[in-house]
């Protein structure tokens, strides 16, 4: 079996390499690879789309490689690949993106991501930290993950979904903040798995055994 996981030039994706190699060779799935070879994406077996940076730029780095832009799409919308989105990876998937200006998202799960108000002043945007998990959903990626797990996030902006039952967990922040959404194949972290300790990995070593 293969992963790949995109890499579009936004992000360093060094510690999910290592992270998503030492899950997969823990519980037996297969070669992880990054990279920016369409052909790699269009015969892998699962996709990973990383993300750092500001939604617009993000949106544009990825459309800007076209033929890994068309590998994603194919391998996601018409082959069915498990698809786990992390970061501004996850807000891409959304129908529109409002930092900035108006972007459009992959539209995958309908939705927008907006700018994190939090009713609380006193509480800073970026939302940067570690936060407990509420888990509004069950989900094979949740397999061994209770809620109060922590995880590690680093975001100014987050995804409101059109469909609550897309929205597979989330934390509060002044207010809820979505944490995961998931439909189908498709999987979105807004925290940073690699970087989120034991459930971090878990939850990688979940998706990585999850066959929807």
Known sequence: MLTAIIDYESGNLHSAEKAFQRMASEVGAGTVVVTADADVVARADRVVLPG?????????????HSGLFDALVEAVEVKGRPFLGICVGMQLMAT??????????????????????????????????????????????????????????VHSYQF?????????????????????????????????????????????????????
């Open 52 to 64: 750092d940076g500001a939604f617009p730029a993000c949106a544009a780095a990825l459309r800007g």
């Open 96 to 153: 529109w993106g409002r930092e900035y200006e108006d972007t459009p998202g992959l539209d995958w799960i309908g939705g927008e991501v907006v700018r994190i108000a939090p009713r609380d002043t006193a509480l800073k945007v970026p939302h940067m930290g570690w936060n407990d998990l509420v888990l509004d959903a069950d989900h094979p990626v949740f397999d061994g993950i209770a809620a109060g797990d922590h995880a590690y996030f």
């Open 160 to 212: 409101h979904v059109d469909t609550p039952a897309d929205r597979l967990a989330h934390v509060d922040y002044g207010g809820d903040v979505t944490a995961v959404i998931g439909r189908g194949t498709m999987l979105g972290m807004q925290f940073h798995p690699e970087k989120s300790q034991a459930a971090g990995l878990r939850m990688i070593a979940n998706f990585l055994r999850w066959t929807p």
